[in-house]
């Protein structure tokens, strides 16, 4: 029988678990899902310098490999476990070698398949995930379709659209009238570990996909998976409280960045009662300096998060 697996890295998100574990059971209809819990020690971008002092901050006291939160997480898997009886929902702390970039660590994370006690057979589905990525049902036929098609080592990528701050807004320089879509993977047919690991390890690649370089630009769009119409919701900056704040404790910039980006984000509370853009980054004077206020119908896990409006 064939398999279907999601499995992804994770640190400090039991605010999405909540509503994501049901999302992808009844989308993407797994038979498997598998959180493997880490912090990556140059984190998710390989620029950050994590001490003592961070890991007080955001790291869970008796074990500095794991967010702040993991209790919540593990609660959260548990009574989703009892609750879903035809799907194995797998928790596992994860430890990386320092010297490993974001994308080793990505790698490694969702190809654990042996330490999450699960055999990968060629023809097996999987997806390697984010934890803040949902679908709509709506995307679902086109899925089991391009599912139906795909062959052992060959795998298909969506259109990704990053909310930010509410359900309202977007990077007005991804949207697709500028030409500029973000694509990446989102389901590989199993067939040699050699392919899996070439596709995953483009993680870190969707920050450089703006080069003027022709040759880098095609490449760095996971060229070797097959394009799709499927939409990937991902709501990488819905976030509040402790949430938000380590969201920028994780990805340096200057202070005068998040500064801005703070204000945006207060700015698009009340802006899309107006429909309006809202400016994100003054200091650039191309599309990446607005926000886009756009209207789309969303998963309905995602409606029972505090940032929806």
């Given at each position: 029988?064939?398999?279907?697996?999601?499995?992804?890295?994770?640190?400090?998100?039991?605010?999405?678990?909540?509503?994501?574990?049901?999302?992808?059971?009844?989308?993407?209809?797994?038979?498997?899902?598998?959180?493997?819990?880490?912090?990556?020690?140059?984190?998710?971008?390989?620029?950050?310098?994590?001490?003592?002092?961070?890991?007080?901050?955001?790291?869970?006291?008796?074990?500095?490999?794991?967010?702040?939160?993991?209790?919540?997480?593990?609660?959260?898997?548990?009574?989703?476990?009892?609750?879903?009886?035809?799907?194995?929902?797998?928790?596992?702390?994860?430890?990386?070698?320092?010297?490993?970039?974001?994308?080793?660590?990505?790698?490694?994370?969702?190809?654990?398949?042996?330490?999450?006690?699960?055999?990968?057979?060629?023809?097996?589905?999987?997806?390697?995930?984010?934890?803040?990525?949902?679908?709509?049902?709506?995307?679902?036929?086109?899925?089991?379709?391009?599912?139906?098609?795909?062959?052992?080592?060959?795998?298909?990528?969506?259109y990704w659209i990053d909310f930010i701050g509410n359900q309202y807004y977007t990077e007005n320089g991804h949207w697709p009238e500028y030409g500029n879509p973000r694509e990446r993977k989102l389901a590989i047919k199993f067939g040699t570990m050699d392919y899996y690991k070439s596709v995953i390890i483009q993680f870190e690649s969707q920050r450089f996909y703006r080069k003027k370089s022709k040759k880098r630009k095609?490449?760095?769009?996971?060229?070797?998976?097959?394009?799709?119409?499927?939409?990937?919701?991902?709501?990488?900056?819905?976030?509040?409280?402790?949430?938000?704040?380590?969201?920028?404790?994780?990805?340096?910039?200057?202070?005068?960045?998040?500064?801005?980006?703070?204000?945006?984000?207060?700015?698009?509370?009340?802006?899309?009662?107006?429909?309006?853009?809202?400016?994100?980054?003054?200091?650039?004077?191309?599309?990446?300096?607005?926000?886009?206020?756009?209207?789309?119908?969303?998963?309905?896990?995602?409606?029972?998060?505090?940032?929806?409006?």
């Amino acid at each position: 029988m064939e398999k279907r697996i999601v499995i992804m890295a994770s640190f400090g998100d039991a605010h999405f678990f909540k509503l994501q574990i049901p999302n992808i059971i009844r989308t993407l209809k797994p038979t498997h899902i598998c959180i493997s819990e880490g912090l990556f020690p140059t984190g998710p971008e390989t620029n950050l310098q994590i001490t003592e002092e961070w890991k007080k901050k955001w790291c869970y006291p008796d074990d500095n490999r794991l967010a702040f939160d993991t209790e919540e997480t593990q609660k959260i898997i548990s009574d989703f476990n009892n609750s879903y009886s035809d799907v194995e929902i797998k928790w596992l702390p994860t430890e990386f070698d320092k010297s490993w970039n974001a994308s080793e660590c990505y790698s490694y994370s969702v190809s654990r398949f042996e330490d999450f006690d699960i055999e990968v057979n060629e023809g097996d589905i999987i997806f390697p995930y984010e934890p803040d990525m949902f679908h709509h049902e709506e995307h679902m036929d086109i899925l089991e379709d391009e599912l139906s098609k795909l062959k052992p080592n060959e795998s298909i990528k969506s259109y990704w659209i990053d909310f930010i701050g509410n359900q309202y807004y977007t990077e007005n320089g991804h949207w697709p009238e500028y030409g500029n879509p973000r694509e990446r993977k989102l389901a590989i047919k199993f067939g040699t570990m050699d392919y899996y690991k070439s596709v995953i390890i483009q993680f870190e690649s969707q920050r450089f996909y703006r080069k003027k370089s022709k040759k880098r630009k095609e490449s760095q769009r996971y060229p070797m998976c097959k394009r799709t119409d499927i939409v990937t919701y991902h709501y990488c900056w819905f976030k509040k409280g402790p949430y938000l704040d380590l969201r920028y404790d994780l990805i340096p910039r200057n202070e005068r960045y998040w500064l801005d980006w703070g204000n945006a984000l207060v700015e698009m509370e009340t802006a899309w009662k107006d429909k309006r853009d809202v400016v994100l980054r003054p200091s650039h004077n191309n599309l990446h300096r607005f926000v886009k206020y756009v209207e789309l119908d969303h998963p309905r896990e995602i409606k029972e998060h505090e940032c929806w409006v």
